[in-house]
């Protein structure tokens, strides 16, 4: 399996971006697609979750209600729209698969099985 991420660059604070992770290899009947962050200096977060069967999302704190979480199956895509962008979501973005997924929330990075390349997002105030 490999991931690998895109859409990151520089903007203002309140403007939008939106991120994409493209998953080739795909053999798993039921994985989850997750985003993390990681800010200089700080451990690596969970931003959001989607299931690849069904339609669980799971979200941050943080970002609920400002990022959406969506999947085009037929082209193996994960997106995450970033809406009303805050400087303190300035981080590297990342994206990540866990073979298999049933229920329940996935929010620790050991928790998931591959990883694809941080995407810069940063936010100007």
């Known amino acids: 399996v490999q991931l690998q991420a895109s859409g990151g660059g520089s903007v203002q604070a309140g403007e939008s971006l939106r991120l994409s992770c493209v998953a080739s290899?795909?053999?798993?009947?039921?994985?989850?697609v997750a985003w993390f962050r990681q800010a200089p200096g700080k451990e690596r977060e969970f931003v959001a979750a989607i299931a690849w069967r069904g339609s669980s999302e799971d979200y941050a704190d943080s970002v609920r209600h400002r990022f959406t979480v969506s999947r085009d199956n037929s082209k193996n895509l994960v997106y995450l729209q970033m809406n009303s962008l805050k400087p303190e979501d300035t981080a590297a973005y990342f994206c990540?698969?866990?073979?298999?997924?049933?229920?329940?929330?996935?929010?620790?990075?050991?928790?998931?099985?591959?990883w694809g390349q941080g995407t810069q997002v940063t936010v100007s105030s």
């Open positions: 990540a698969l866990r073979k298999s997924y049933y229920r329940g929330r996935r929010i620790y990075p050991g928790e998931y099985d591959f």
């Open positions: 290899g795909l053999t798993f009947s039921s994985p989850l």
